[in-house]
């Protein structure tokens, strides 16, 4: 039977019933019941709040934070980050505040940089998972634990500044916390305490890494400069002082701002940054690594294709083909808001609907990208498309503070896997991710390759 018409057979008052059917479909084929509700009922009202499905209604409501507010899971975040941060705040100075100095912390001109350096990881990443793999007499290994979620926590490392954190401690407890903000659906207490303690925790290191490198740029004698080198004494021969690496932690604790911008940089307004960029990148850079290579993967003539553009020096048309297969599975499939004034979605239109106060509207990013009145050919795998169209990285005023240097982490990561011979994902089992009860991969198994050097 068609989600719809099973749907409307359940009774009105028969809200579990009804929320418990919407769950189930969604679990099962979340993308068939997204593409008949798309054609049939684009504006759909359930006991859990307003699906949104159609490209243009997702754009208005990600587009309009007057009236369409983070305030569903802004308070749950800054509980969890222990203070304010930009992602649970819409229109406030802090928000705007905060977003433009993020801006100059992670720069378009970091692409390049970030992609070298990523690329340099990913390398070691794979020759470490080979090698480990040959030593246990093993033919395969655990893509997401061996490769993709290590290479995301070490470009943390280096890129956003978090020194001497390992890089476990990164991956754990940003997946607590991000699991407590933005995929408890039950609001399961478990869950939640767990993410809460999880930032508070992640808070405390963060703070002893910056009290360490304020201590560390201040302490006399040689110490370690911009990438590691030695620091370079004072042109007057007075004692040189240690130089913070260029870092993302490096800068901010570098940068004043101008009196009167409303809000100092202290030291805890950089720490809840900081701990934010990394719940919004750590488990995002790994889950896509892995949903794009089985993207890919899945489709064997786009995956050779892939290969080809590669190994071409310029990555251009092979970032193409990872945001494209992102496309086909986003890391954020929807967003939820609440409606706080009152509103008419899609104004002027046959679906156009009413929203009141306090309403909670999901827009669903990952129907949106498939809407045939916009996007020509949906179904269709094409790594040219044109940008707008793709929204995995979001929109309007909170899409993806890190989309720069994202830009070059995420493909890349892909990329340095299909430059190594031999690592590929098992054959007949391409889309086999195992999710091991969780919202997120935990699982991908990849034939073991060649090391870098033999």
């Not at 009804?18 to 479909?25: H, I, N, T």
């Not at 090698?131 to 893509?143: C, L, N, P, S």
């Not at 104004?347 to 020509?376: I, K, N, Y």
Request: net charge negative; with cysteine.
């Amino acid at each position: 039977m068609e989600f719809l018409a099973e749907y409307d057979a359940i009774p009105t008052a028969d809200a579990p019933g009804r929320v418990g059917l919407l769950r189930r479909r969604m679990k099962a084929d979340g993308p068939a019941l997204l593409r008949e509700l798309r054609e049939r009922r684009p504006v759909f009202a359930t006991p859990v709040g307003v699906f949104v499905t159609r490209m243009a209604d997702v754009m208005e409501v990600l587009s309009t934070p007057d009236v369409f507010t983070v305030g569903v899971y802004g308070p749950v975040l800054e509980e969890a980050l222990h203070g304010p941060f930009m992602l649970a705040r819409d229109g406030a100075d802090l928000h705007w505040h905060d977003r433009a100095h993020a801006q100059l912390m992670l720069p378009a001109e970091d692409v390049a940089p970030v992609r070298r350096l990523t690329a340099r990881i990913a390398d070691d990443a794979l020759d470490r998972a080979v090698a480990v793999a040959r030593i246990e007499g093993r033919t395969t290994f655990d893509y997401v634990q061996e490769y993709a979620a290590p290479v995301a926590a070490r470009v943390a490392r280096e890129y956003l500044g978090f020194t001497d954190v390992p890089e476990e401690t990164l991956h754990t407890l940003s997946q607590r916390v991000q699991r407590a903000v933005f995929v408890n659906q039950e609001k399961d207490p478990e869950v939640h305490a767990s993410g809460v303690a999880a930032g508070k925790e992640l808070h405390d290191v963060v703070a002893g890494v910056i009290a360490r490198r304020r201590a560390a740029a201040t302490r006399p004698g040689t110490g370690t400069g911009t990438a590691g080198t030695a620091a370079r004494g004072p042109a007057d021969g007075s004692t040189p002082h240690e130089t913070p690496p260029d870092d993302v932690l490096g800068r901010m604790l570098r940068t004043s701002l101008p009196p009167g911008t409303g809000r100092e940089l202290d030291d805890e307004r950089i720490n809840h940054q900081l701990v934010g960029y990394l719940i919004g990148y750590q488990q995002n850079a790994a889950q896509c690594a892995a949903t794009a290579l089985k993207e890919l993967a899945s489709r064997p003539d786009e995956l050779a294709r892939a290969e080809r553009a590669a190994a071409d020096e310029d990555p251009a048309v092979f970032d193409g083909y990872v945001w494209e297969a992102l496309r086909f599975h986003p890391f954020v499939p929807s967003t939820p808001r609440l409606c706080v004034r009152d509103h008419v979605l899609a104004a002027g239109t046959p679906r156009a609907t009413p929203l009141a106060p306090g309403t909670v509207v999901h827009a669903h990013l990952a129907s949106a990208m498939f809407d045939g009145t916009v996007v020509e050919e949906p179904y269709a795998f094409r790594p040219d498309r044109t940008p707008v169209h793709n929204l995995v990285l979001g929109h309007g005023a909170h899409d993806c503070v890190g989309k720069y240097p994202a830009r070059a982490i995420v493909p890349e990561t892909v990329r340095r896997v299909l430059l190594r011979p031999g690592v590929r994902p098992l054959p007949g089992a391409v889309r086999d991710l195992d999710y091991a009860g969780t919202p997120y991969p935990q699982h991908y198994t990849v034939t073991a390759g060649a090391t870098a050097s033999s």
